[in-house]
């Protein structure tokens, strides 16, 4: 079988291809730059050149006399309307047009608009800003930094999670490390360009933009311009990857929806690969010191993680890993802390498995590093301290197949092949290292809305606002459909990204498959309860098997004694075109407002290590083997095998690809992934794809998905586990793991570089 | 203090454009009125709209276009063929990758008055009428060779040349030379997989 669409195993769905591939491979899929609007005008940004001060002038004759200009929005045009409030719709609490004070470099001072692009680009470029440049603060070590903690400063990080105690436990522990480790800033840069195109149909506003959170967006950018959500809309049909970077708006869609009413004209405004830098968010640099102590058995006694994390000035956006870190192992004791620390810096955000990704880094290598001061082979110290419960509130796992995991990744790997003497592998002049390390991902889900309809005719509409992001949410929402209906997925439909269906959560949080599957199954079970109840009816086509149990299948309503009767003539004897179910799922343990929640915008999220019952994850393991020259020291990934455990697997083929499109970002972010901050100026330096470095075809060879099958019936209804943020963490600490077992040289600070194993 | 507006300073294509003419044709008259106007006029006539006539998937198109005007905008905004991607306008990403006469060209580091009277292929030119895909389209289908698909188009007319001009004989040549195309959901090992699949098929068709 082709390795893209590996074979279901217990618990897994089929490797049906994506619903909407022949619409990508044609160039007919929409994304919202590509929307059509009639006589549009186009927008550009002008930005700051300064990370703080004030603009005390700006000169726009230059920009004005562009042939073709026809608008500047800048200070002054936004004071109408109120600036966006921090928190998972808005990424910042910046209004940049409605005060004339710079926050962090690249802050939008103006937006320019024009008859075409040509003259919009020329206009931005001539508007002249003057400035009161204060000294900016850059990141970690620069003067003038804020240090703050961490617990309580949001609503997803509510503590500094501790159990027992950990100074007597780690004072008298047989063996023990204290290292400090750290991720550098990072850019999401998915390669659809970031866009706002806006029009005014009389007071209803259109906004056609690449959105993670089209409900969230609605409800935020009607509040922010003062109208009733029901007169905005968010389309978003297809969105060209987002990683986290499209799940909060950005001011600009205020302005630009502003320019639009102004111009009574549709805008479209496309930042530039530069500009995002700036006007997104981005991963926060972190930094880590951990102590871990054990006892000469190898079973951890003592765990300490602390955190430092860059924020903005105004906005306190909290990475916040301890939580997962913390409950990992069966650790006997526990300390953690994190701190803030604010910089004059745009606001960072989520980017894909946000808090794991830096703090699950350190922590394995961490791991690694007392493997090797044990003296233990590394996957035998992490099955020695596999825990019961978890250490924190001594709650089980609703289900945990790491060891699973590690079993059968090393297997395929060949780690029993692996020499563990530093330096001993070697092939003519590369140095060959093989390093481990455990995949973390809480498993979420928060309520969500679908609408199910099936026709006369077999065929299915599946309406859900939910965001088709590359993962195959469509895809696997339409297969859920299929099962329950009896209905070929080419009989289905499904229309997402767009604020007018049914709501549905944020797409990040790997909630979306469990949380629209979810939902879809509750209303294509509203619709077979009715298609059994009209069958079995009096004068029905099953009459008189009321006890019976049915399936759907292939049209048919069948009984389990055999007996059938198409749906057709079911819905014909009910005298019904079609039948349609609105459905809204709200999980175990959701609060009296969480439906009321999701419809503003704000859904709940349930799962994770908050439900009461038990603490509930996806877990995985990944080997890694990297070649590294003997003299020039370049470093090569050519083979990586990751074994994941999510429990049910709706689709293989794209439950594959995630994973194996995050293992790769886990590669990249140990060996590539670095936004440079020029110290003085607060500013990025290498804003473009040539210089801010990203995994390319070549630095890929021989990658290995396992899908380790398993089974958990306390996680949601469809018994899903997310998997688009598993396959990204632990990655880097594999890779720093393989690097000491090939050089001996113990790498804590990302990106490893060359010239890091050159000294 | 006075400073350019933006962060963008960096030089490209359309400030080159309009700055170096503008520059070099100011520097010598700074402070004379009727220089300037003669800069503001120079300035205005570069911006007058040039009739190109371009082929496009073999059909012709005659449009009118501000010569600043990238082949890569010509094609979105003017031609309404919006199948091919704009990624970074800055020829390093692939995502705008089309073919001319034949062989891959990045649209967004050409101008559509450099492609005049030339034939022009894009994402929405490989399919036949009657809805067939091209041989890799297919093998893009089969080996689930994308996630978001934004980078799509421009890996498989990439994909096309590359078979074309030779490069796609070895699974590391594939790799080396298909590294001008990111795809940042990183769906690399299966477009390896779709390219070997579909360059038999490929090859002169």
Known sequence: MDAAAP??????????????????VTGQAHYPADLPAASIAYGALATSSIARGKVTKLRLDDARAVPGVLDIV????????????????????????????????????????????????????????????????ASFDSPGTKTVAAAGKSPMFKEDVKAGDFDAAFAAAAVKIDQRYSTPTQHHNPIELFSTTAYWQGDQLVVHEPSQNVTGWKVELARQLK????????????????????????????????????????VRCVTSRMQAFGTQTYRAETRHRIRIGAGKDGRITAFAHEGWEVTSRPDLYVVGGTSATGRMYGYGSVLTHVSLVQADRNTPGYMRSPPETPYVYALENAMDEMAVALGMDPVEFRRINEPKTEPIGKKPFSSRSLIQCYDQAAEAFGWARRDPKIGAMRDGEWLIGMGCATAIYPTAVAPCAARVRLTVDG???????????????????????????????????????????????????????????????????????????????????????????????????????????????????????????????APKGATPEALKKLYAGTPEFHGGEQDEDSVKYAFGAEFVEVRINRYT?????????????????????????QLMGGMIWGIGQALHEATEVDRRYARYVNRDLQDYLVPVNADIKDLQVILVPEIDHAVNPAGVKGLGELGNVGTAAAVASAVFHATGKRIRDLPIRIEQLLV | MSQPSASHVALNRRNFMTGTVSAAAAVPLLGSPAKT??????????????????????????????????????????A???????????????????????????????????????????????????????????????????????????????????????????????????????CRCAAYPNIVAAVLQARGETRGA
């Open chain 1, 74 to 137: 800048t200070y002054g045009d936004m004071d109408k309307i109120d600036k966006p409030k921090f928190g998972n719709s808005s990424a910042t609490s910046i209004g940049p047009l409605h005060d004339r004070t710079i926050f962090h470099d690249g802050q939008i001072i103006a937006l320019a608009v024009a008859e075409t692009f040509e003259a919009a680009e020329e206009a931005a470029q001539l508007i002249r800003a003057e400035y009161e440049e204060d000294k900016p603060t």
């Open chain 1, 7 to 24: 074979r279901p195993k217990e618990n897994q769905g089929e490797p049906l291809p994506r619903v909407d591939a022949r619409l990508k």
């Open chain 2, 80 to 182: 309404g063929l919006t199948g091919t991607k704009k990624g970074c306008d800055h020829g390093q990403c692939g995502a705008c990758t089309v073919l001319v006469d034949g062989k891959r060209v990045l649209s967004c580091l050409s101008f559509a008055v450099m492609n005049d009277g030339k034939e022009v292929t894009t994402i929405e030119g490989l399919a036949s009428s009657d809805g067939k895909l091209h041989p890799m389209q297919q093998a893009f289908i089969d080996h689930d060779a994308f996630q978001c698909g934004y980078c799509t188009p421009g890996q498989i007319m990439s994909a096309i040349g590359c078979v074309n001009e030779g490069h796609a004989e070895s699974e590391n040549d594939i790799r080396e030379y298909m590294s001008g195309n990111i």
């Open chain 1, 633 to 657: 020291r370049e470093i090569r990934v050519p083979r990586i095998v990751g074994a994941f455990a999510a429990g049910r697997i709706m689709n293989t083929r794209t439950a594959r690809s």
């Open chain 1, 227 to 266: 109208m009733d959500p029901a007169n905005v809309r968010i389309v978003s049909p297809f969105i060209g990857g987002a990683f986290g970077s499209k799940g909060p708006m950005t001011p600009r869609t205020a302005i630009v929806a502003v320019a639009a009413k102004r111009l009574g004209r549709p």
């Open chain 2, 37 to 78: 106007q003669e800069v503001t006029q120079s300035r205005a006539r570069l911006r007058e709209p040039v009739v190109t006539t371009l082929r496009i998937n073999k059909q012709r198109h005659e449009l009118s276009l501000d010569p600043r005007t990238s082949l890569l905008d010509a094609l979105r905004d003017h």
């Open chain 1, 459 to 585: 065929d299915v509409r599946l309406q859900c606002g939910s965001h088709e992001i590359g993962t195959g949410v469509r895809t696997v929402a339409g297969q859920m459909a299929s099962e329950r209906l009896g209905v070929a997925i080419d009989k289905i439909s499904v229309e997402m990204g767009d604020s007018s269906l049914p709501p549905a959560p944020v797409s990040g949080g790997s909630i979306s498959t469990a949380s629209v599957c979810s939902a879809v199954l509750k209303a294509c079970d509203a619709i077979r309860t009715k298609l059994f109840a009209a069958a079995t009816a009096e004068g029905g086509p099953l009459a008189g098997s009321h006890n019976e149990e049915f399936d759907l299948a292939d049209g048919k309503i069948v009984a389990k004694s055999g007996a059938s009767a198409k749906v057709e003539n079911v819905l014909k004897a009910m005298q019904v075109g079609a039948i349609e179910e609105y459905a809204e799922f």
